[in-house]
């Protein structure tokens, strides 16, 4: 709808003014991007807004290039979680603890995978030593920020764990197709369920 007072060609020029200085400004955070040795993707579809989005997605992504670093501990203590070390919690209280600090790490957008191979003391020695201690920018984080956590990880160098307890039958056939001289381990059972139950990135 036009505006009361306004002509068509006022307007399709503010229009256009709008989509150039979006523009203009799209072409700045790109070359910012690049100076941070970044890689600018392919330029998206300008209709439906997509734009603003653009832009709003890179300003993020400069945001976590050049924001200063703040492991979660940290994080979380500022507001308000400290919890204590693997060695003061055991019974009831250790899954007290283990779901008040994998909730917590929700809150601080670090979301957690394949833990049904640990125990609750397993698990929460792990969150409490090494997730913990893992870094993110030090700004306000939001729904559209996530940090993946994840305990089997092939690519890192948990392969044995990802082929024994949560790879499929395909996958390690395609595993022992690409690495021949490797002994694929046993597949096992899992002995715990909590993965279902994990918070998840919405």
């Not at 500022?78 to 899954?95: C, D, I, Q, T, Y």
């Not at 201690?133 to 994840?150: I, K, L, V």
């Not at 381990?185 to 919405?202: A, S, T």
Request: net charge negative; charged share 35%.
């Amino acid at each position: 709808m036009q505006a009361a007072g306004v002509t068509t060609g006022e307007y399709d020029l503010a229009a256009r003014l709008e989509e150039a200085d979006r523009a203009i400004r799209r072409a700045k955070l790109e070359e910012e991007i690049r100076q941070l040795d970044g890689i600018v993707m392919s330029a998206a579809s300008d209709s439906d807004g997509a734009p603003e989005i653009v832009n709003a997605f890179l300003e993020r992504v400069i945001a976590w290039e050049t924001a200063p670093r703040i492991t979660h501990r940290a994080w979380l203590e500022r507001h308000g979680w400290s919890f204590p070390a693997p060695e003061a919690v055991g019974g009831r209280r250790l899954n007290r603890e283990l779901w008040r600090l994998i909730d917590a790490l929700a809150v601080a957008r670090v979301f957690l995978y394949h833990t049904n191979h640990l125990s609750d003391a397993e698990l929460y020695a792990r969150l409490w030593r090494e997730t913990l201690e893992g870094e993110c920018p030090d700004f306000a984080r939001t729904r559209d920020d996530a940090c993946h956590w994840d305990f089997a990880d092939a690519g890192a160098g948990d392969q044995e764990i990802w082929l024994a307890h949560y790879a499929r039958e395909k996958e390690r056939r395609e595993w022992k197709r690409d690495f021949p001289d490797m002994a694929l381990p046993p597949r096992q059972r899992l002995p715990h369920r909590r993965d279902h139950r994990l918070p998840v990135r919405d």
